[in-house]
């Protein structure tokens, strides 16, 4: 999601997808907005995601302490990194993320029952750069990493072939995403933007089990496209 709309949001969450990420980093969200959003999503049984706009500890305290099911991280590079990320995502004593009353919790009505669970936030890295692919056994190796999912422009643009998604290059990073990954026993997916089914088919037959499908505007782009309209 990109466009902080609750109806689109429910819209979504009764689609059948097994979670739906808002987007922080490129979407119009501000934090306020996250409780409806998340609520939306959950009316239809989905599992609100947020992509956070930063690799930052206390971004992903904030969407954790909104609902989110899980946190997907962009920019990661390191193993290092990573591991302060993971930190950022728990409450001690796996992590060092602060401990509170939040929605998450109903604001302490069931802080005994979310205690678990913030003890194992779902957690995805995206590999959106050179860098990131050349430490991926590494990144993969970290403890608490759920999923990779690659950043398919970004990591065309850091090889020099920005939004050549089809380039050589930048089909052999991301075989080496997948290859990594299956090595580690990591879901590896990546971001299927244009929604094609066929596209679709073709990432799962690659080994993918971790995939994002299309976004609300195109959703609607696609949908609204005159069909008389001369091209």
């Known amino acids: 999601m990109q466009v902080p709309n609750a109806d689109f949001a429910e819209i979504l969450g009764?689609?059948?997808?097994?979670w739906v990420a808002v987007?922080?980093?490129?979407?119009?969200?501000t934090r306020s907005q996250l409780h409806d959003i998340f609520r939306a999503l959950e009316l239809g049984g989905t599992a609100p995601f947020a992509r956070i706009a930063e690799p930052l500890p206390i971004l992903c305290q904030q969407v954790l302490d909104a609902g989110a099911s899980g946190v997907i991280i962009p920019r990661v590079t390191s193993a290092t990194q990573l591991r302060?990320?993971?930190a950022g995502c728990n409450w001690p004593p796996s992590g060092k993320r602060g401990v509170g009353f939040s929605r998450?919790?109903?604001?302490g009505k069931y802080f005994e029952m979310y205690a678990a669970e913030a003890q194992q936030s779902f957690v995805v890295a995206q590999i959106e750069s050179a860098e990131a692919v050349a430490q991926l056994d590494e990144i993969c190796s970290v403890h608490g990493l759920d999923a990779v999912m690659v950043g398919p422009y970004d990591l065309s643009a850091s090889l020099g072939h920005t939004g050549e998604l089809d380039h050589p290059e930048v089909q052999k990073a991301v075989k080496r995403v997948i290859e990594s990954c299956r090595a580690a026993g990591v879901p590896s997916?990546?971001?299927?933007?244009?929604?094609?089914?066929d596209q679709l088919r073709h990432a799962i037959s690659d080994g993918h089990q971790f995939l994002a499908y299309g976004t609300d505007a195109i959703f609607m782009s696609v949908?609204?496209?005159n069909p008389?309209?001369?091209r």
């Open 14 to 18: 009764d689609s059948g997808y097994d």
């Open 23 to 29: 987007d922080m980093e490129h979407g119009s969200f």
């Open 84 to 86: 302060e990320l993971v």
């Open 104 to 107: 998450a919790n109903l604001y």
């Open 189 to 197: 997916g990546l971001h299927v933007v244009q929604p094609n089914p």
């Open 223 to 225: 949908a609204v496209q």
């Open 228 to 230: 008389i309209q001369p």
